[in-house]
Every structure is written in structure tokens, then in C-alpha cells.
């Protein structure tokens, strides 16, 4: 297998629910396990990034929002063997217990560093003792635990050179996954598959749920059809009501990418929504969706998984166009022009948190990718001597990242103060 058909397979997993509301109950379901006896404290330390995706967003299993949810149904019903699906199989008990332990000041939220780099530490304090849970970098890498303050588990980083420390994708030019994408067997992407199955049945639930209203509208707008003869209009459609039963905690997974179900979808259901509206062949299809991912996984690496700018529109904005040249039969440089339309236009858009405004910041990006790639693939581009872009379409999307991280560090401040003035729990 190709070391970059690895680094996808890897890299791809379905998530129930906005990943950090999964990860914070996974971190606190841990942690329960190692200390028995009725809970009297949970404490939750978050980075920013993680602080504010969750802050308002929809849990499955729960009418309720937001970190002090997750943490109370990852203490009384999450099953942590289940990874970022834990909260699957919440019962009404279960979510009437957490809402009793909220209500009566039981789980206690700190913010503690602004920055793009995931960390979670969750406390279980019960009548019998204590245990925490650190996780760092990735939504599930645990990489210490204490019980009563003795370490039982600690994960050491090891030292490598600099070859190393450099990201695989980063060691390849955008010309070269390209290469990749058009040449790999493509039997080696047949697991692909699996994210179109996975997401267009969280689409499904969006359109059925009484609690959506984007999906509704965009039905609509699409003629009362889920697939017309309206390429973008059912791009749209199938990627942001997928989206937005997911933010809104609707009980279907998402296949996310880069630790992300709203990147998942973003890379992947508009390519589904051209390959059925156009009839491209599936092959053609596994490999501009993995083309997709990659592109995404590339910005990524730069900005940080939790970052104050808006990933899914951006990172996995500019892999969907890539993807969508690929499928038309475009060109690297095609693709380097599309990426500069990008770059120049949605990088500065935000990141406020997990919450309904992903399906509007989704909505936006399928309307700038589809007229990014018809203007790039007509040779109408902005040229790399303005702005943000660069020489390459690496140094542009280097730049994209950096954008993010360091660059609104105070952005990500700020929305935090927003966010934390609301004092909602």
C-alpha cells in the first residue's frame, strides 16, 4: 500500500457528533473507569480551540449543548471502548442524570492555553478517589493517566531528526499527489467508499430531522430534490444538511478526515454530489476524493487541528476543489489556480465553534470552490505576486495554514471572550 494511501486509511474515522463534545466524553469516560464511588467533581482543562468548538454545540443522545454535557454524559453513559462514538447508545436516564449533575455544579470547564494544539485533561473526582486523563495533539491520543496521583499510563515523545519532524504530506508537491491520485491502484481506495455511505446517511437524517432548517431550505432550492441536474445546488444540499445534523447532534456518524466530521463532509460530499449529477465513474471519484483528503490533510498541517480560522471552509475547501478540477479532467496548474482564488478570498474566515454557523460557513464554501475551480479551469485566477499567495501552490497553502497559526492567535483570544462573557453552560 502506498505510504500516502496509509496515511488516509489512518487518518479516516467515523465521529458521532462534533468531534470535541465525542473527544471530551471519551477523555471523562476514561477516566471514570479507573475510580469507583458517586462522582463528586469533574474538572475539564481545555485549549482554546477545543474550549470553543464545543461551547454551543450538539450532543447525540442529549437535547442539551456544550462542554459541561459532554463531560456529564461522558461520566454516566459514554462507553470510552467506542472511541470518538461514545456517546452512541445514550439513554433518556442517562441524559436526564447528566443534566441533574450540571444543574448541580458538579462538572467545572477551564480554558487554559490559546492555541491550535489539542489538549484535553479531565479530572474524575468521586467519593473514592481520583483519576485524570490527559490527551494531547490528537481528539483520542491519551497520553497520560493518573490514578490517585500515580502514573498508570504516560506516552513519551520521541526525539527524531529533522526529516522526521517534517510531515509526510508536506514532503510532496502538489504535482506529486496528483501523480498519486491518478496512478495508485485504485482498489487501494475502496475503503473510500465507506465515507459516501457514512456521510450521505447523516444527510438523510438532516433532511428528516424536524430540528434542521438549512437542509429544509436547501432542499428546496434544489427542487425539492436531493440530486437534480443542478451540480452546485446539490452539492450544497448534500453536504450542509449532513453538516448540520451534525452540529446539531443528530444520532448518525460523520467519516471525518484530519480529526474532523465537517472536513470529512466537506471533501467529500460535493465530489458524491458531481459524480452522481455528471455521471463520472466511481474510480474517478476514489480518486479525487483522496486527492481531496490529502489537499485538506496538506493546509492542516500548517494551521493546526483547532485553529481560529474556519478549516472545513478552507483546508477542506481548497481539497474539494482540487478534487472537483480532478474529476473535470483539469490540470496541476488548474488546481494551483483554483487554490489561489482560495487562498485570496475565504482564508480569513473564522472559526466560532461547533454550532449551526458551520452549515452557513459550509453553504459559502461550495459557492467559492465551484466558482474558484469555473473560473481557474477558464484561466481566470489571481496571480501569485498578490496577497497571501505564492511562488507554488505549496508556499500558497503554507501560507494559507500560517494564516491561522500563529497568525490569529488574538483572533482566537478574542472569539474566547465572546464567547466566555455568554457564561453558558
Not at 466524553?25 to 482554546?48: D, M
Not at 466537506?266 to 455521471?279: D, H, N, R, S
Not at 481548497?318 to 472537483?324: D, E, I, P, Q
Not at 483554483?338 to 465553534?353: K, P, R, V, Y
Request: a negative charge; charged letters at 20%; one cysteine or more.
Amino acid at each position: 500500500m502506498h505510504e500516502l494511501t496509509e496515511l488516509i486509511h489512518n487518518d479516516m474515522r467515523p465521529a458521532l457528533g462534533v468531534t470535541e463534545p465525542g473527544a471530551i466524553a471519551f477523555a471523562v469516560a476514561t477516566a471514570r473507569k479507573y475510580v469507583p464511588g458517586e462522582i463528586h467533581q469533574i474538572i475539564l482543562r481545555l485549549n482554546s480551540g477545543m474550549f470553543k468548538n464545543a461551547f454551543t454545540c450538539g450532543i447525540p443522545g442529549s437535547i442539551e449543548v456544550g462542554n459541561y454535557h459532554a463531560a456529564a454524559l461522558g461520566a454516566v453513559g459514554a462507553d470510552p471502548d467506542k472511541g470518538l462514538e461514545c456517546l452512541d447508545g445514550i439513554t433518556p436516564n442517562q441524559a436526564n442524570q447528566a443534566r441533574e449533575m450540571v444543574d448541580a455544579g458538579k462538572i467545572k470547564v477551564e480554558m487554559g492555553e490559546i492555541t491550535s494544539r489539542i489538549f484535553i485533561e479531565a479530572t474524575v473526582i468521586t467519593t473514592q478517589g481520583r483519576a485524570c486523563v490527559t490527551i494531547r495533539d490528537a481528539h483520542t491520543n491519551i497520553v497520560k493517566i493518573t490514578v490517585n496521583d500515580i502514573t498508570v499510563v504516560e506516552k513519551h515523545s520521541e526525539v527524531t531528526d529533522e526529516q522526521e519532524n517534517t510531515p509526510l504530506i508536506h514532503r510532496y508537491t502538489l504535482e506529486q499527489i496528483h501523480a498519486y491520485a491518478r496512478t495508485v491502484p485504485v482498489e487501494e481506495l475502496s475503503f473510500i467508499r465507506q465515507a459516501f455511505t457514512t456521510n450521505y446517511a447523516l444527510c438523510e437524517a438532516g433532511l428528516n430531522s424536524p430540528k434542521t432548517t438549512y437542509a429544509r431550505y436547501l432542499l428546496s432550492a434544489n427542487g425539492g430534490k436531493i440530486i437534480s441536474d443542478n451540480e452546485q445546488a446539490t452539492a450544497s444540499l448534500l453536504c450542509n444538511a449532513a453538516i448540520e445534523a451534525r452540529v446539531l447532534g443528530l444520532p448518525e456518524p460523520a467519516m471525518s478526515i484530519t480529526g474532523s466530521g465537517a472536513h470529512g463532509i466537506i471533501a467529500t460530499m460535493p465530489l458524491y454530489a458531481a459524480y452522481k449529477v455528471k455521471g463520472y465513474s466511481e474510480e474517478s471519484l476514489l480518486r479525487a476524493t483522496a486527492l481531496s483528503y490529502l489537499i485538506c490533510m496538506y493546509i492542516k498541517e500548517y494551521s493546526g487541528k483547532l485553529s481560529a480560522f474556519c478549516g472545513c471552509a478552507i483546508a477542506a475547501g481548497t481539497g474539494m476543489a482540487c478534487g472537483l478540477v480532478m474529476l473535470r479532467n483539469g490540470t496541476t496548474d488548474m488546481m494551483t489556480c483554483a487554490i489561489n482564488n482560495l487562498a485570496s478570498s475565504i482564508t480569513g474566515m473564522i472559526c466560532d465553534g461547533g454550532n449551526q454557523g458551520c452549515t452557513m460557513k459550509g453553504v459559502v464554501a461550495v459557492d467559492a470552490v465551484w466558482r474558484a475551480v469555473d473560473m481557474a479551469m477558464r484561466g481566470v485566477y489571481i496571480d501569485s505576486v498578490h496577497g497571501i499567495n505564492g511562488a507554488t501552490a505549496e508556499q500558497t497553502m503554507e501560507n494559507m495554514g500560517r494564516i491561522a497559526s500563529p497568525g490569529m492567535v488574538g483572533t482566537e483570544k478574542t472569539i474566547i471572550e465572546i464567547l466566555e462573557a455568554k457564561h453558558f453552560r
